[in-house]
């Protein structure tokens, strides 16, 4: 669980009774209206946050009783913070090599030839190969996002968490976004991933379970096609929607002259 204090004195508790296992070869969505907790979920599990009662695990080590330093260099995390504290006259090669150390600027004297091959291979894994040499400011937002997803590999990460990658993304952005997260999952099938999103239409056709969160609590859990039902999806956002799924993509379209929940 995780608490904040307001200035009123007033305890605000962003994650109730929220439990959740992620295994090896599992990919993750996480749905939910605003203020859901969705993004506190993912600051935890990505050790950059402390919960305030319970406990946390990740990758067998324990929040409070591990140097969370050595454990975030096990993690492959994607937020929008990061793309704004890269700096942006990197070329796309110099950006993906900064995941090499988790930092925002490529470290020259600690990089070695591999650095260079494994940051080519990703980038190609990402359908980003010609943005080698364009300038991180000069890519257009989906190309960001597939450059971030391959500096989150580069340290070959054994958890990889993405919260909203495809935020603000337009058409041809989300799908090829979408499909480096399908061959990602094909390249590296073991490899646990936890994706935060808004929108059914942003959830990668690799997917294979999903959890919906409101008011900080868990509403389901499990296998995507058993969570994502028009009955629940709706519970979760307060409006009624249905939900269609086909061959791994989803869409929630609002029931007319239905009146919200």
Known sequence: MRRWSTALGRELRLLDDVA???RAGEHWVVLGPNGAGKTTLMHL????????????????????????????????FVDARLARSLRGHLTGLQTVMTGAFNT???QVRRLKPEHEERARALMALVSAEELADRRFEDC???????????????ADPELLLLDEPAAGLDLPGREGLLG?????????????????????????PSTTHAL????????????VA????????????????????????????????????
């Open 212 to 223: 919906l969160l409101r008011s900080g609590r868990i509403l389901a859990a499990g296998p």
């Open 180 to 204: 480096a997260l399908a061959t990602l999952a094909r390249d590296r099938p073991a490899l646990p991933t936890v994706t935060v999103t808004h929108h059914l239409e942003e959830i990668a």
């Open 226 to 261: 058993d969570v994502l039902t028009s009955e629940r999806v709706s519970d979760a956002f307060a409006l009624a929607v249905d939900v269609r799924g086909r061959c791994g993509r989803w869409a929630a379209a609002v029931r007319h002259g239905a009146d919200e929940g």
């Open 20 to 22: 959740l296992e992620v």
């Open 140 to 154: 257009s937002q989906g190309e960001r996002q597939r450059l971030l997803l391959a500096r989150a590999l580069m």
């Open 45 to 76: 599990a990505a050790a950059m946050s402390q919960p305030s009662s319970g406990t946390v695990e990740v990758l067998g080590a324990r929040l409070g009783a591990v140097d969370v330093r050595a454990l975030r260099e096990r993690i492959g």
């Open 104 to 106: 925002i600027i490529p």
